[in-house]
């Protein structure tokens, strides 16, 4: 059943957030590029549909699956039902909510079929949160945040880069403000830069980076921490050629965590 619930060589929390990402990619895709396509399809005349994002990266409009339970859990049913019941757009933002909603419900349902600690799912859902939502992206929310932070002094912003240009002097690398490879073939990849803040929290703690903590960057996930809360100190770091987090460390100590079997 490829695309619903095909989970082959998915356990950790990287492949879990992968996951996210492409199904998110084609929800999206549905709803912007592909849009006037989605529209035609969601056919009040037809029957229960729902809209599902594959973890190809595309999208498909179709009924539920014919068993129960369904291997993964299912989208918002019936969306072609309200379709000309209300203005384009409001539908179009009401299937971006559920949308979302759908997709915050399989990250955490793979998160319990493959038993995620709550380091694991703090992890994975600030990565998530990370991301602008569907539902802000369809509705322009990611622009008017932005132009709203460009009539705002940029102190803050010039600050976090002066920190992380003392971070690269002292050898430690960069944190990244987006997770994945960009999808170019995507212009609603574009948004989610302007979107994006720039402050890097701490993957434990979660408090917001300060120039006066020492703080430590995985070499694997890109994850950042402060020394404090994975207890290495700066005069440690620098013997450590690759840190690895946690997270990671507990991965590669040979977690079993089993491959669910595609459907």
């Given at each position: 059943m490829e695309g619903e619930g095909g989970q082959d060589g998915v356990s950790s929390v990287v492949d879990v957030f992968?996951?996210?990402?492409?199904?998110?990619?084609?929800?999206?895709k549905a709803l912007t590029t592909d849009f006037e396509k989605f529209y035609r399809e969601c056919h009040p005349e037809r029957e229960n549909l729902c809209l599902f994002g594959l973890s190809t990266g595309d999208w498909r409009v179709s009924p539920p699956v014919d068993y129960v339970p369904s291997e993964l859990p299912e989208p918002t049913l019936g969306i072609n039902f309200s379709r000309d019941g209300m203005p384009k757009e409001n539908w179009l933002h009401t299937v971006a909510a559920h949308s979302d909603?759908?997709?915050l419900a399989v990250a955490f349902f793979l998160a319990c079929g493959f038993n995620f600690d709550k380091a694991e799912r703090e992890h994975l859902f600030s990565m998530i949160?990370?991301?602008?939502t569907v539902h802000?992206?369809?509705t322009g929310a990611t622009k008017k945040k932005s132009n709203k932070n460009s009539g705002v002094s940029n102190d803050n912003s010039n600050k976090f880069k002066s920190n992380s240009k003392e971070l690269e002097q002292r050898g430690y690398k960069l944190a990244k403000h987006h997770n994945?490879?960009?999808n170019k073939d995507e212009d609603v990849e574009l948004e989610e830069e302007d979107y994006e803040d720039?402050?890097?929290?701490?993957?434990?703690?979660?408090?917001?980076?300060?120039?006066d903590e020492f703080w430590i960057g995985c070499d694997i996930c890109d994850a950042w921490y402060h020394g404090k809360c994975v207890k290495i100190t700066e005069a440690l770091a620098k013997q450590i050629k690759k840190y690895m987090c946690p997270v990671c460390n507990s991965k590669r100590a040979g977690l079993n965590i089993p491959n669910r079997q595609a459907g």
């Open positions: 992968g996951d996210y990402k492409a199904r998110r990619a084609g929800i999206l909603s759908w997709l949160n990370d991301l602008p802000e992206i369809v994945g490879k960009p720039e402050k890097t929290l701490c993957g434990r703690c979660r408090e917001v980076y300060a120039s």
